[in-house]
């Protein structure tokens, strides 16, 4: 019996549900949650949404955003819902590390797992299981899940939305190699059930503040380093940047990409220092494994060709650290 037609029966008693995503949630963690717990609340359970830490601003139009708790702010009642919980759905995330201070809490509770994940090696063990590492989007997943369950009419306007901001996204807007013609019917069935395209992509894409767009001259004329030979380019963003452009949570989101974009470049990175913590995210064309690379060397993980990480060095020795890994030509010499 597939785990559907087992989570169904299970379902079939009202039960109580928390649903939670990675910390840092971007509109795939987000919109996979919001669009779940709409479809879990139209069948009559006790739904909430609990997020690691907060999100960036141009995700608060999802439906449901405001019954969405955030786990550093709304630990106490975020404690009382785990604790009664009946169900927990682990959605775009699979390894407990990536809930940050939910951890502990997440892994002392006696509620049966759900796993909707699209990551590599998964380390959670689920009593159910919806993790596939081909889907280009747990909200595909959870796209799927909903259609096999209960159907097309369970999708409404809002569930579509969620869905289609979360593929859109993960997608790198239908041009990453997890593109397939399946997804792009996904898309195209969420339209005829009343997503508006046009709508998401402007909500998520066309929200720039002035300061963002100067931080991104900025960065592009003086923070990117690129080594051709070594096919390698890599932004360093300070906290000083941070507080020069008034930066908020998800304003360095993409600026990878434009590394990437370099004609040549294979592997592109960006290390940030923020609140005393150093994160490091890579991106790769082609055979070189960067999920391999973020675990080996930065303690991370992540898919093939998108990935991160994190270093307890200084920011400039973490430089060095990548430098040096570059120099080596370990870089190349990682693929699949
Ligand atoms: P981003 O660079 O957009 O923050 O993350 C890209 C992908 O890398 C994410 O989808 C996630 O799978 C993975 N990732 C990012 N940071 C970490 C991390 O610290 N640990 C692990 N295991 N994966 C990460
Ligand atoms: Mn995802």
Request: hydrophobic share 40%; net charge negative; charged share 25%.
């Amino acid at each position: 019996m597939k785990d559907t037609a087992v989570l169904k029966n299970y379902l079939s008693d009202s039960r109580k549900i928390v649903i939670t995503t990675h910390a840092n949630p971007d509109a795939d963690a987000l919109g996979s949650s919001l669009a779940l717990y709409h479809f879990l609340r139209s069948l009559g359970h006790d739904v909430a949404v609990i997020v690691p830490t907060s999100y960036p601003d141009f995700l608060e139009w999802m439906a449901g955003n405001d019954s969405v708790l955030n786990y550093e702010t709304d630990q106490a009642k975020s404690d009382v819902l785990l604790d009664a919980a009946d169900l927990f759905f682990c959605l775009d995330f699979s390894g407990f590390n990536r809930i940050k201070s939910m951890r502990e809490k997440a892994e002392s509770i006696e509620a049966k797992i759900a796993l909707v994940d699209h990551h590599l090696n998964p380390e959670i063990q689920p009593d159910f299981n919806f993790w596939n590492d081909k889907a280009a989007a747990t909200a595909e997943l959870i796209y799927d899940f909903i259609l096999d369950y209960a159907g097309p009419d369970a999708i409404s306007i809002d569930i579509a939305e969620c869905l289609y901001a979360g593929i859109m996204t993960d997608t790198g807007s239908f041009k990453h190699s997890s593109t397939t013609s399946k997804i792009h019917r996904t898309v195209a069935d969420l339209i005829d059930l009343g997503a508006d395209v046009n709508k998401v992509s402007r909500l998520i894409y066309d929200t720039n503040s002035l300061d963002r767009l100067r931080f991104l001259g900025h960065a592009l004329a003086e923070k990117l380093h690129v080594d051709q030979k070594a096919r390698v380019a890599y932004f360093v963003i300070e906290e000083s940047d941070f507080r020069n452009f008034r930066l908020k949570q998800g304003d360095t989101e993409g600026l990878v990409n434009y590394a990437l974009s370099i004609k040549g470049i294979v592997v592109a990175a960006i290390i940030i220092h923020k609140e005393n913590e150093i994160k490091l995210s890579f991106r790769s064309i082609g055979d070189f494994a960067v999920n391999k690379f973020a675990e080996e060397y930065f303690g991370g993980g992540g898919h093939k060709n998108a990935s991160g990480g994190t270093s307890d060095l200084s920011l400039s020795e973490t430089e060095e650290k990548f430098k040096s890994l570059i120099d080596q030509n370990i870089l190349q010499t990682h693929p699949e």
